[in-house]
């Protein structure tokens, strides 16, 4: 497969028909808006109440992560630990491959394009069309959805709306497969795309990252719209979110 996938990473017809071909994997490029035209708007009430919504789920998503690795690297949770890796090597020895390659597209063909969708709903709401959405293969297994907006001549708020609609397929999606959780406890499948779900959520709400996510990108939208007090508060929330990390396992 990857001696196939080197191959084809050559000819170029391949590329300008939106399919890119690396050692290691593929990715597929679908064309969206291709002809409409950014447009710049002032968001209406609801629309400013859902990037708030989105923000306050980035805040917890933030606050989470940091009590997890905060429990995670306490001795308190040596054991703790143990039995979490117990739990995984377990569930390691019930999952063949081909089922584990199955699951990893459908979860992705769900979770990825629902996320993707709204964010090129929220586009499409707000005026800004979404030229391409990509999606990245690692050996065979799905890696990454993206989306491709023309933000030209658009508002800060109006990019951190279309970030938030990430956020908020994120946390449906999550939403409902927790309810599924609970009506199939036993189900293996759902328990683990439970699990992905709560992760993926966590990690993409994160308001400080070294990828531009969309946790970071709401934040740096909002502080941008309000200048250099925005930068300035946005610098605060950051120092105070990093000092908690460090001053809590001190006090507790």
Known sequence: MLIIQTILAIPRRLRTRGLYFYGVGFAIRISIDRESEPRRRNLSIPEILLI????????????????????????????????????????????????LYVFAWVFATTFGFFHEYLHIRFGRIIGIPTRNLYIATLLGFPLIFSV???????????RAFVAAGGLIANTIYLSVMFMLFLLFPTNIWIEVAFYVALIITII????INIIDFDGLRISLEIAKSYGEKGFAGLILVWFITLAMFVIRPLII
């Open 52 to 99: 708030v919504n989105a923000a306050i789920i980035s805040v917890v998503s933030t606050m989470y992560f940091i009590m997890f690795v905060d429990e995670l690297l306490s001795l308190r949770q040596i054991l703790l630990s143990r039995e979490m890796s117990r739990a995984f090597w377990e569930l390691v020895e019930k999952i063949s491959l081909p089922e």
């Open 148 to 158: 491709e907006t023309d933000n030209r001549g658009t508002k800060n708020m109006q």
């Open 204 to 207: 993409n709400g994160l308001i």
